[in-house]
């Protein structure tokens, strides 16, 4: 009996069928989120082995707060707090964990969360659990939150916002750290794609905007982006970090990061810091190809542009990688209309991205 051969029937017609491909290593990369090419640097891995090696165990084999939190989970908390300014921190298994954990732990009967329409599937997800009073609003639209915030009778008023947003690339409105100060609303900030890309110090958009952290703030960061390792992280005072600790499901009952991951991330951290001035002129460098060949001016890497077709998206994909080159092309529902996502990462000559550009701005 196949189940759900009717379903699937239906994302076949529609073109929105997905399947898993084997990466391939012949292709230059243009799709993944290794911001900075960091996955394949083998001098990170090799001082994270090194590191591992000294140590007793191996892996965390249990929860955190039941014998698997580690000195080097602790080490890597510090050290994010210190470089981001922020008091307290907590380590997860990914992103999309660390968004249920906020969601599902800090919105009570009694509160309200306000979350961008662009939000990560994670966070939507976590908005329907029962219980969860939640309002969407115009994609990075400071205005049209703060209607909702000033009329709302909750008792505590949670906003939930992305540094950089995943598949439109912009990048947060600084005017929505100021709303959630005036609204004293508790601020969740996603920096998946933001973290490693922008700010002075390449700390996303709290760096880059020069933000004094407040107590209301909250931040998210993954570290299988820019850092070219896996798992999450939350930063926040010391407060809500205990209340998590003692309230996420996310966090109580999941086994800690990988310590290998850990390492790896802290590694990159340290490497993001001592390099940062060199990373951002290649960024830089990348934002410049990518306005002169298609005409986008790009807040960070990600650079989206809508086809609005899900046959065309991925015929444009299939006929770059026949070129050699990797891309994205997402589909619906994920965005709203079909687009082509190329990520003007770096790991690759100037020469490959403009000539990327150039065969994409031909076949579009």
Do not use: W
């Amino acid at each position: 009996m196949n189940y759900y051969e009717g379903e699937l029937d239906a994302l076949r017609r529609s073109g929105r069928l997905r399947s898993r491909e084997v990466v391939d290593l012949s292709l230059r990369d243009f799709a993944s989120n290794d911001y900075l090419g960091l996955a394949s640097r083998s001098d990170l891995h090799q001082s994270a082995c090194s590191k591992l090696e000294t140590l007793r165990d191996k892996s965390p084999k249990a929860s955190m707060l039941v014998g698997g939190y580690h000195s080097v989970h602790r080490e890597f908390e510090h050290s994010l707090c210190r470089a981001n300014g922020f008091e307290d921190g907590v380590m997860l298994g990914s992103g999309f964990n660390a968004n249920i954990a906020l969601i599902e732990a800090l919105v009570r009967k009694s509160d309200e969360l306000f979350m961008d329409e662009a939000y990560h599937a994670s966070g939507v997800l976590a908005s329907r659990l029962s219980g969860i009073k939640c309002t969407f609003f115009a994609h990075n639209d400071p205005d049209a939150l703060e209607d909702l915030l000033k009329n709302s009778t909750a008792k505590r008023r949670i906003v939930a916002v992305e540094g950089i947003y995943s598949m439109d690339g912009d990048m947060l409105k600084r005017e929505f750290f100021e709303l959630c100060k005036k609204y004293d609303a508790i601020m969740i900030v996603d920096e998946a794609h933001s973290s490693g890309v922008v700010g002075s110090k390449l700390m996303g958009v709290y760096d880059h905007y020069g933000i004094k952290v407040e107590l209301n703030h909250i931040k998210m960061g993954t570290l299988g982006k820019a850092y070219g390792s896996f798992g999450a992280y939350i930063l926040a005072s010391n407060h809500i970090i205990e209340y998590l600790i003692n309230r996420a499901k996310a966090i109580i009952y999941a086994t800690s990061l990988s310590l290998y991951d850990t390492i790896l991330a802290h590694c990159s951290l340290e490497y993001i810091l001592a390099k940062r001035d060199d990373l951002r002129r290649e960024i830089a460098l990348n934002q410049r190809v990518i306005k002169e060949e298609l005409g986008i001016s790009a807040d960070g890497l990600i650079v989206p542009i809508v086809v609005g077709d899900n046959r065309r998206v991925l015929a444009i994909k299939e006929e770059l990688a026949r070129s050699g080159y990797a891309i994205g092309a997402i589909r619906e529902p994920t965005v709203p209309r079909a687009i082509i996502r190329l990520i003007a990462r770096l790991g690759h000559s100037e020469d490959e991205l403009r000539e990327l550009c150039q065969k994409l701005a031909k076949m579009l």
